[in-house]
């Protein structure tokens, strides 16, 4: 059945035609458990560090900075970030009576991740109409069922000048420092330009994925060819479309994401292409097309966050009556097996995960011709042990005579020489290597923000932090009034993969107490002591919930690279389910005396 844009149900994997009649599933639970038996590794995730002249993988190559004199003043709210997470906050503030407001970014402008990157073939993955925020308000309709990088840059850019949030932004400007001045009872926020602003209320949002990584191979800085981070796309180097990479071998390392989106437009542009994979992705049907322009027409007003609800509930695992959005990230949950007499819903729902990754491993088959490649690209583990991939063009690449994949076995590159990459003793050749080996995860929060922060009494969040994350809502923490810090990962809060969904929720979270405190005349507001040590004990003792799953996955971001025992289980989300959550955010908030919280 269609619905109303036209899009059919999916169904992958009754279409696919598989089943488990002839499926020795010992045998597979045993293929699964060796293939992440192999992949395990302490050193598998180590990193480097980007100073000096390896500062480079991580500069901006779009934009420079201006001259501009330091800034000393005082404004309403500082926000960390110009990201959606930051966009989003500064409009759900201005909502709520807040007219200065200060964006501040690294970036030379807004859109965060999409500010950053802008490799060929960038898109998001979930889809427009569901993903960019605010659309019954701007009128915007996405040119495209899924955005792509481009498009949501200028979607970003367009909710910054509509809300006016250019004025004040600081571009190029990376906070260097925030300080809790109790006379005052504002924050000090410094920069490595040389401001310093003052303000009741900051808001960190620097987001999930804002610190490149290049992994810790042997030899980095003999290679002598040209190498950059996805995120950091040469332009000057490849040509603005790609042509400068017509006679050269160009290398991708990382099988991720935002590889199966890079790889087929590099394929088409390189001389030859070298992909080496450490783990293969799961990867599933994208069906990408144009949208109507007259999409959005005749629509009830609250579309979209009843889109947004619907769409949530059913990737949280709860089949919903309708499906709004009928994707693959939907498909799955609303085509899962029901219960059989013999079964009961965990079991169901492990067949139903075996059945798609049956699917998944058929859709290699089909598409790739060469049965060791096709072997090669299969993933075995369970389904969303990794982050689910889609791309309708990705496997087929490698039936492209100019197109190699490198398959690791599971242990990731050896070395680089002077000349490439070496793989088990093998050197390959490379003029360029593409590092689409994503960001850093899981790391101390003052490493992911870049600064420290000294609250109450001097104390520092890197020692409230150096044992357990400890917050209330996953958004403030005890000794630090008046401050907010969107989680980064799941922490003590609640994600999905919709992640500006909740980035949203957070913002109308933040905005809601901040408003709030105003208005009961206080002129802060900190975290009373039992409120955070009751929200953390519910957040460590739904960790254990999801450590068998995770401890059966081949090491990832995930699970902690397969030993979940270096995870804090403080790091854990809440136990609440993703909706239900940010309507007990709500709840707590309508209920008007911010319980929990020491208004001072
Ligand atoms: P990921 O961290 O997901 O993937 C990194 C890749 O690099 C993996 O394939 C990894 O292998 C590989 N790798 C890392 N180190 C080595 C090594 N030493 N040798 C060989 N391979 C190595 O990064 P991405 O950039 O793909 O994605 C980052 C995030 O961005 C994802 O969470 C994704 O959600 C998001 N994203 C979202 C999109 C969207 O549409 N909304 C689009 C693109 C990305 P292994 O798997 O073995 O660790």
């Known amino acids: 059945m269609a619905d109303e844009q036209g899009f059919e149900a999916m169904d992958f994997v009754a279409s696919a035609g598989v ?21 395990v590794d302490d050193d598998r995730a180590a990193f480097v560090d980007l100073s000096g002249d390896r500062a ?20 309403e709210l500082v926000v960390v970030g110009a990201g959606f997470g930051g966009l989003l906050t500064a409009i759900r503030f201005r909502e709520v009576g807040f007219t200065r407001i200060r964006l501040i970014d690294t970036a030379g402008d807004v859109g965060g991740v999409w500010y950053w990157n802008r490799y060929p073939g960038a898109m998001c993955d979930v889809d427009s109409l569901t993903y960019l925020p605010l659309l019954e308000e701007t009128g915007y309709v996405p040119r495209d069922r899924y955005a792509g990088s481009s498009e949501i840059r200028a979607y970003a850019r367009r909710l910054a000048a509509s809300h006016g949030l250019d004025d004040l932004a600081l571009f190029h400007t990376t906070v260097t420092g925030l300080r809790w001045d109790e006379d ?20 960190i949002a620097d987001g999930n994925f804002n610190r490149v990584r290049i992994p810790a191979i042997p030899g980095l800085g003999d290679f002598r060819g040209h190498s950059f981070h996805t995120s950091r796309w040469d332009h000057a180097y490849t040509g603005p479309d790609l042509g400068g990479l017509a006679r050269k071998r160009v290398g991708v390392i990382g099988t991720g994401a935002t590889a199966a989106q890079v ?23 994208r069906a990408n097309r144009p949208l109507d322009p007259d999409a959005l027409a005749g629509l009830e007003p ?55 990754m049956e699917a998944l491993r058929a859709r290699v088959d089909a598409a790739v011709h060469d049965p060791v490649t096709a072997e090669a690209l299969k993933p075995w583990y369970a389904y969303f042990c ?130 709030r405190t105003r208005e009961l005349g206080a002129r802060c507001f900190d975290v009373e002591a039992d409120a955070e040590e009751k929200w953390v004990a519910e957040c460590v003792a739904h960790a254990r919930d999801n450590a068998e799953f995770l401890e059966s996955c081949t090491p990832n971001r995930f699970n902690a690279e397969g030993d979940l025992s270096r995870r804090a289980l403080a790091s854990s989300n809440h136990p609440l389910p993703v909706l239900e959550f940010f309507d007990l955010l709500r709840a707590w908030r309508d209920e008007g005396s911010l319980p929990g919280l020491e208004l001072g």
């Not at 488990?20 to 699964?32: F, H, I, S």
């Not at 480079?56 to 404004?75: G, I, L, M």
């Open 302 to 356: 609250g579309w979209q966050r009843e889109r947004i609800r619907n769409f949530t509930a059913i990737v949280s695992g709860r089949r919903q009556p309708v499906d709004l959005v009928r994707d693959g990230w939907t498909d799955y949950h609303q085509a899962a097996p029901v219960p059989r007499d013999d079964e009961d819903a965990a079991a169901a729902a492990r067949r139903g995960n075996l059945l798609h």
């Open 386 to 515: 990794t982050r689910p991939v889609f791309h309708d063009e990705y496997l087929a690449t490698f039936n492209r005579p100019d197109t190699t994949l490198v398959d690791t076995g599971g242990q990731g590159i050896e070395r680089f020489s002077e000349a490439g990459v070496v793989v088990d003793g093998v050197e390959h050749p490379l003029d360029c290597l593409v590092f689409a080996t994503g960001f850093t995860y899981g790391t101390p929060y003052t490493e992911k923000t870049g600064f420290d922060i000294m609250g109450r009494d001097g104390l520092r969040i890197s020692e409230k932090y150096a044992t357990r994350f400890s917050t209330l809502h996953g958004l403030m923490s005890r000794g630090f009034p008046n401050l907010f810090m969107i989680p980064g990962g799941n922490m003590q809060s609640s994600v999905t993969l919709n992640v500006l969904y909740t980035l949203d929720e957070n913002a109308l979270h933040a905005a809601g107490v901040a408003a």
């Open 263 to 285: 790889v087929p437009p590099l394929a088409r542009a390189a001389g030859h292409l070298v992909v080496f994979q450490r783990t293969p992705s799961t990867v599933g049907v």
């Open 19 to 39: 089943d488990l009649d002839g499926v020795d599933l010992e045998a597979l639970g045993r293929r699964y458990r060796e293939e992440r038996a192999r992949r």
């Open 56 to 75: 480079r993988y991580a500069a901006d190559p779009f934009s420079a900075p201006e001259p501009r004199a330091p800034v000393a003043d005082t404004v």
């Open 184 to 203: 005052t009872a504002h924050w000090v926020t410094t920069t490595d330009r040389g401001d310093e602003i003052a303000s009741p209320f900051v808001m």
